[in-house]
């Protein structure tokens, strides 16, 4: 790995040892237990919110009377304001302390939930979910970088990364299984009144058990922090609205598209070019000069991708296709979340003794199998073979690669650093999240259109022809769920691709191996 694995660079250039305890470290924690338990169910809950409000939109669209460009709004704002904000986030627990963003976030994130929950227009509740986004933005990069200035190297650490790792890679399925439960016993304000009891709880255990991380007096980087916010929200916002739709109308040529993306383009070009100049830079890039690190964000944004696109349109094909409920749909998935748990808990034994690269190697290399597996599902398909145990293979995928990938990306960043290094993190996951919506998205509802319209060719309009329920129309969802988790399969090559060719760290190059020398 290279030289900032084993030191420190703080603002002024001068090394600092790498073994040297993080301030909360030193000064003890309380009931370290309760402190993982805190800091894990904060990540989770942020994680699900996404997929778990997508089970409840029919039901918001009738009790609200949405129109459909409305509808995206409730998902497609939470993560404009999420995305968008994430580095000003990052960096405001550097400055302000981890503990104090960690609650502000959840309290902000709680109140909106309220909000939503209680909404009774439809712009009340897009509101409440942009509110939702930016306090997502403050606490999910302190939650990460909490960790390393509560727990100690060596096991500690690892079991604290590991638990972390778990609840980001299954907070989609956690979010599918809720979603179903709580709309069909309860009613889709509950997908949002369910965040207050545990938002609180989280807040007032952050309070009692996390230590205050060190603050780190820095300039705000005001022209770094307007046009990163511009840039990914913008960015974010583009590639979701571009997506072609259930409709089969694409938007990738709208001039709202276009100028978003450009204007995406526009701003992050500058940002790099400020972040270069500055001598206090929101971003700093050389944390992109790792080779692994870099490796990292990049293996984060080919497995979000699959992840967003995976989790959407196999739910799709199983209450559409199969009939399910959605409660029975979200119950098919956990086969995935009980996997998951399993092979995070084996690989935070494996990477103390192994290193990163060999599970995040096999994992990668069971990905490209578990999603063609996957792929190859249709109508006459068993539970089992077609959607079980291909699950089952990619839960143990994204358990071995999880936990090494998250214990890379923090390996050899100074205190000083950790939010905003955590918070390209949570940007990975929510700009990967986009693409796959977006490029995978408009490839399977091309797909699914025109085999509807060509199975009903001179029988129907094409209204009817693409509306579910019309003959045909399993046959079509099917070819573009297909088509959706084989560019998804290729997404999980390109995966293993990078991390045969940027991942080099070693077991000595982790914070929890023997330090050199």
């Not at 206090?280 to 944390?287: H, N, S």
Request: aromatic content about 8%.
């Amino acid at each position: 790995m290279a030289a900032d694995t084993t030191t420190d660079t703080t603002t002024t250039g001068v090394p600092a040892p790498h073994a040297r305890a993080p301030v909360a470290v030193r000064d003890g924690i309380r009931r370290p237990g309760l402190a993982l338990v805190v800091i894990s169910m904060a990540q989770l809950m942020l994680v699900l919110d996404e997929l778990i409000v997508n089970t409840a939109l029919p039901h918001i669209q009738q009790a609200l009377h949405f129109s459909g460009s409305g509808l995206e709004w409730v998902v497609t704002g939470y993560a404009v304001t999420f995305g968008g904000l994430l580095l000003l986030g990052g960096r405001a627990g550097d400055i302000l302390g981890r503990r104090r963003m960690l609650c502000t976030g959840i309290l902000t994130f709680s109140l909106a939930s309220l909000v939503a929950g209680l909404a009774t227009t439809s712009w009340l509740l897009i509101c409440a979910r942009l509110l939702q986004g930016a306090g997502a933005a403050l606490a999910a990069p302190a939650a990460l970088s909490l960790i390393t200035v509560t727990f100690s190297e060596g096991k500690a650490r690892t079991r604290a990364l590991g638990v972390y790792a778990a609840m980001t890679g299954m907070g989609g399925a956690v979010g599918v299984v809720a979603g179903g439960l709580l709309v069909s016993y309860a009613s889709w304000r509950w997908v949002f009144f369910v965040n207050v009891p545990i938002g609180l709880a989280i807040a007032f255990g952050a309070r009692r058990v996390l230590p205050e991380s060190q603050r780190h007096p820095r300039r705000w980087d005001l022209p770094g922090a307007i046009t990163g916010t511009a840039g990914f929200a913008l960015l974010i916002y583009g590639l979701t609205r571009a997506a072609t739709g259930p409709d089969g109308i694409s938007h990738w040529g709208d001039k709202a598209t276009i100028l978003a993306l450009a204007g995406a383009a526009a701003a992050l070009a500058a940002f790099a070019a400020i972040e270069a100049r500055s001598a206090q830079p929101l971003l700093p890039l050389w944390i992109f000069a790792d080779r692994n690190r870099a490796g990292v964000y990049l293996i984060l944004l080919c497995l979000a991708s699959v992840f967003f696109a995976m989790f959407f349109f196999l739910t799709l094909f199983m209450q559409v296709v199969w009939g399910y409920s959605a409660l029975r749909g979200g119950l098919a998935y956990l086969p995935f979340i009980g996997g998951f748990i399993a092979v995070a808990g084996l690989c935070t034994r494996l990477v103390p003794r192994f290193g990163a690269r060999l599970p995040m190697t096999i994992g990668a290399a069971l990905a490209p199998v578990a999603m063609f597996w996957l792929s190859r599902v249709h109508e006459q398909s068993h539970y089992l073979t077609g959607v079980c145990l291909p699950l089952l293979v990619f839960a143990a995928t994204a358990g071995l690669i999880f936990v090494p990938l998250t214990m890379t990306l923090v390996a050899g960043i100074s205190d000083e650093h950790a939010g905003i290094a955590s918070s390209m993190f949570n940007a990975g996951q929510q700009v990967g999240g986009a693409v796959g919506l977006a490029v995978i998205g408009s490839v399977a509802w091309t797909i699914i259109n025109n085999h509807a319209r060509h199975s009903l060719a001179g029988v129907s309009s094409a209204q009817n022809a693409v509306a579910p329920g019309s003959p045909g129309y399993d046959h079509a969802l099917t070819a573009g769920v297909s088509a959706a988790l084989t560019i998804g399969a290729a997404a999980t090559v390109l995966a293993l691709l990078i991390t045969l060719v940027a991942i080099r760290v070693r077991r000595h190059d982790l914070p929890d191996g023997p330090l050199p020398g």
